[in-house]
């Protein structure tokens, strides 16, 4: 493949207002669309504003929409278009532009730090801790969240429905209460703190429909509806009386 | 101009990857209001690229292991140019500091008897790493984060204000560490990358953790903070850097495609049983064990393959040499045109293991591989070859305190701080390094601010100068009325960087750099950016520059100065190892800023003798190969 002329149309504003604009850029082999706008800034709008950071995907920084889907621009190859295809790339819907392409996340901030922390086995020394590598799996899937927020952009419930925020935590950080809760040697529940019920009467995951809509947009694949949010869902209410957990199992046909 | 607001702290972070977070910790536990400050979002630092491990003597995997091995592996890997002390402290606490991870919910690999689990790396005689898969970095970052959330908790339960003890300002810059009128640290000015707003914040201790210098390099496997703000912060703030000549390239990055050269390949890899191949198939490490390597490496493939099963009577495989072993070789291989189609070397797993344990051990490099260049490396090997990945030299600072030596108030922890590593660092050896002297930079930080050093108010001047200084990009047009575009200025330097001071040196091409430095810091005075100073990109760059230019001068100019090759710091035109050189170390500080010369002097010191009880510890047939003559008798 040799180089070639995309057209690109990329978001700019701030929060009083913005518009596509349209941009005509080379691309070579091999690039992803961050590498684009990085030609962008180099050689036509050099105070485009972009967030990023590792460009490997590590981070979780560069997440926006591109043609209209969540996605982190630096895993996003230029070969899934076509050469004529117009590439549109927008800030993340869910969250108030500060400029161009970076949103404030603070949202995020705020909710992570609504989650009650690890509570750590009394009476255990720091180098007795013992777990199974069967038992830390588990947890260590959501581990693998990079934090790029492509889930709590794309999840209905708040993603037009601002007033739902206040009393959402959003996938991410549901998925992190299902991590404490499934973390071997967590002693919240001796101290007395019920996480799953927090998670029900805190964090809103009765808000959550397990649409799936935040797994298919994980980067990392974590499979936070069936993994995480499902068997807390399971967890914090009697069966009979959250409908969605029954449908939940209907659709998924998970073993008992 | 706009009045700077000010804020009042006892502790500030700059920089909020390892270092940083686990400063902040131990600094806002022992009582200090700290404020950390840092160019990205809270929990996407550097750190999160660190893939393989976190290198500790627990002997989860080898009861043979302990601090004195981890410290000769660490002597070992960095020539003995070491600061020795940092050598011991780090090989002494670094389990203590793993094993507190898990108290606040880090959650690594386990053994099979429930231990955490323990893998080989490159230099490390026994199997040394705590790892989770291949994301450790992600892991360490985000237990310091939720820690520090945990820690808000607290605070909020106590004032009911989450941020009244410990707070983080995100995408913020510093710009300069200000002093008080005695020459005593007293703040930093920052700005808010988001609406180009400055501040003061004003403590009588920071603490620099700002991570590395990569990004003056064009192939490099760091992110884009890397820009050596740190480094350049402690040299105006009248520090010295020590060891600057030390570069080290990661023997695997990425070669292809070019938008992701660079990208890191961890040694996990190898750790694993990953083999390298030139383009006639050849596992050609067998050929490039250096002379005081010979003893500790396998001679076949077969006892290296051996080894992996059996470590106690088999030596490990060349693949598994120090970074800097590894990276020459596979220069060299290409050079000698027997390497792959895309310039670099083959890496190989596909043969070596199923494809369902490459999944599960590799799970990153699985993905990167198939993400970004099409490659199943579960089928077919990966192309590697060496990119710029670390930077040994850093501030010069006591080993105990991790305090800046000359500037008092000043602490520097991580990859910025130099000596730890001597001239070449092993891998695993950085994320135990963030921890062991993050906390203890937070600690001696947190001592130092509630003791007698006065808080005077730092003088208006120095705040309006700092301002003055930052604004400058936007009425950049030099004498001749044009203003140079920031974006050319970094390619250049990177260009620079890499060709002419790169992985092998020569005498010739390290001047020529050094002209073209000079040529770009008068082109960099004139750099200009379009626009306001709201989320503006160009002007963050512009002002970066500043920082590039200075830590680029300090490796040229050091580089030339050392003529040995020893570690990250390789000479064609002086290929040996001189005993003399060892005890000796370079210094740069600041010159006059408009000297001719350039803005780096250089001064030589030579180092302490290695403490007798630790140089015991090595036999006296492998000190013969470092030492000079009178360090042996001493």
Redesign the interface.
């Known amino acids: 493949m040799t180089g070639y002329d995309a057209s690109f149309r990329v978001w700019r504003g ?1 929060p009083d207002g913005g518009a596509l604009k349209d941009f005509t850029v080379e691309v ?5 669309v961050l ?1 684009i706008i990085h030609r962008l ?2 050689t036509q709008a ?16 560069c997440s926006a929409e591109i043609n209209g889907r969540p996605r982190l621009m630096c ?1 996003t ?1 230029m070969s899934v278009f076509s050469r004529e295809e117009v590439v549109t790339v927008t800030p993340l819907r869910a969250f108030p532009v ?3 392409l ?1 949103t404030d ?1 603070s949202f995020n ?1 705020e909710k ?2 609504e989650v ?3 509570v ?1 086995p009394p009476g255990v020394a ?2 007795e ?5 069967i038992d ?1 799996e588990r ?2 899937e959501f ?5 790029c927020f492509l889930c709590q952009d794309t999840c209905h419930v708040v993603r037009d429905h601002e007033e739902n925020k206040t009393a959402f935590a959003g996938p991410r950080f549901l998925m992190r209460i299902a991590e ?1 809760d499934m ?1 071997p040697l ?1 002693a919240a529940e001796e101290s007395g703190l019920d996480r799953k019920r927090t998670a029900q009467e805190d964090h809103g995951l009765g808000y959550c429909n397990i649409t799936k809509c935040c797994t298919e947009v994980c980067p990392e694949q974590i499979r936070i509806t069936d993994n995480a949010l499902i068997p807390l869902k399971e967890r914090a209410v009697d069966r009979k009386y959250d409908p969605l957990v029954w449908l939940g199992d209907k659709i998924t046909r998970r073993r008992s | 101009m706009t009045q700077a607001e000010r804020q009042q702290w006892d502790v500030v972070v700059v920089g909020a990857g390892g270092a940083g977070l686990r400063a902040a910790i131990e600094a806002r536990e022992r009582g200090a209001r700290t404020a950390v400050i840092c160019k ?7 750190t ?2 660190a893939e393989g491990g976190i290198a500790a003597s ?1 002997g989860n995997a080898n009861a043979g292991d302990n601090w004195q091995v981890h410290f000769r592996d660490t002597m070992r890997g960095g020539k003995f140019l070491n600061q020795w002390r940092m050598a011991e402290l780090h090989a002494r606490e670094a ?2 500091r793993v ?2 991870l ?4 880090a ?4 053994t099979k ?3 955490i ?1 323990q893998r080989n790396f490159g230099g490390h005689e026994y199997p040394r790493l705590a790892h ?2 291949d ?1 450790t ?3 360490l970052i ?1 237990t310091l984060q ?2 520090i ?2 820690l ?2 607290e605070d ?1 339960r106590d004032c009911g204000d ?1 941020e009244a003890r410990l707070k983080v300002f995100q995408e913020c810059t510093v710009t300069r560490v200000l002093k008080d009128d005695e020459g005593r640290v007293g703040g930093t000015f920052c700005y808010e990358r ?1 609406s180009g707003r400055f501040f003061v914040l004003e403590a009588p201790a920071v603490v620099l953790a700002t991570g590395g210098i990569g990004k003056s390099f064009k192939v490099t496997s760091n ?3 890397y820009t050596g703000d740190g480094h350049a912060l402690a040299l105006l703030a009248g520090a010295r850097l020590v060891n600057m000549e030390f570069v080290q390239f990661h023997p695997t990055g990425m070669v ?5 050269k660079g ?2 390949v961890t040694e996990s890899v190898r750790g694993d049983g990953g083999v390298l191949r030139n383009s006639d198939g050849e596992r050609f490490m067998f050929d490039y064990v250096p002379d005081v390597f010979k003893d500790k490496y396998a001679e076949s493939e077969e006892e290296g393959d051996r080894w992996y099963e059996d470590p106690d009577n088999n030596r490990r495989p060349p693949e598994l040499l120090p970074r800097d072993e590894v990276a020459r070789a596979i220069n060299s291989e290409v050079k000698a045109g027997r390497g792959s189609p895309h310039g670099g070397v083959f890496l190989d797993v596909s043969t070596r293991m199923p494809a369902e344990t490459i999944r599960r051990r590799l799970p ?1 490099m699985y ?2 591989f198939k ?3 099409d490659v199943d490396i579960t089928a077919e090997p990966m192309e590697v070859g060496p990119t710029c990945h670390y930077v040994m030299g850093g501030v010069a600072v006591e080993s105990d305190t991790a305090e800046a030596i000359g500037v008092p108030g000043l602490f520097a922890a991580g990859e910025v701080a130099g000596g730890m590593h001597g001239s070449n660092r092993l891998g695993g050896n950085s994320l135990s390094d963030l921890l062991v002297f993050g906390r203890r930079a937070g600690l001696y930080a947190a001592r130092y601010a509630s003791g007698p050093a006065a808080r005077t108010p730092v003088p208006d001047a120095q705040v309006r100068a700092a301002a003055a200084e930052a604004l400058r990009p936007f009425s950049g047009a030099d004498a001749g009325g044009r203003a140079e ?4 200025l970094h ?1 250049e330097l990177q260009q620079t960087m890499n060709d002419l001071v790169g992985i092998i040196r020569r005498e010739e091409e390290m001047r020529q750099a050094l002209r073209k430095l000079a040529e770009l810091r008068l082109r960099a005075r004139g750099a200009g ?4 100073r ?6 963050h760059l512009a002002l970066d520059l500043r920082n590039m230019l200075l830590v680029s001068e300090c490796v040229a100019r050091a580089a030339l100065e050392r003529t040995e090759s020893r570690g990250g710091h390789t000479r064609e035109d002086r290929p040996a190892m001189e005993r003399a050189w060892r005890r000796v170390n370079l210094l740069c500080r600041i010159a006059d800023p408009d000297s001719d010369e350039g803005q780096i002097a250089l001064e030589r010191t030579t180092t302490e003798p290695i403490r007798s009880d630790l140089l015991s510890l090595f036999d006296k047939e492998e000190l013969v190969k470092y030492l000079a003559e009178e360090e042996l008798y001493e």
């Open positions: 701030d070579n082999e091999g690039e992803v590498d800034q180099a050099p105070d485009l504003a972009v967030r990023w950071n590792c460009k490997a995907g590590k981070c979780g920084s895993m190859r500060v400029r161009d970076v996340v901030y992570a730090r009650p922390s690890f750590p720091p180098d801790y013992r777990m199974q590598q830390v947890s260590q581990r693998k969240c990079i934090e404490l973390h967590d | 990205s979002l809270f929990g996407k630092a550097h999160v690229m627990m389990p203590d094993w507190e898990e108290t606040w919910g959650l690594f690999d386990r008897d429930g231990r689990s989770v898969g994301r970095g992600l892991e985000r939720q820690k959330v945990s808000q908790q909020f989450y988001e992110s884009w903070e292809w495609p070019p938008s992701v990208i890191l990153s993905h990167q993400e970004l260049a575009n920031p974006y050319t390619q950016v379009e626009g306001h709201q989320f503006n990109p160009g002007w």
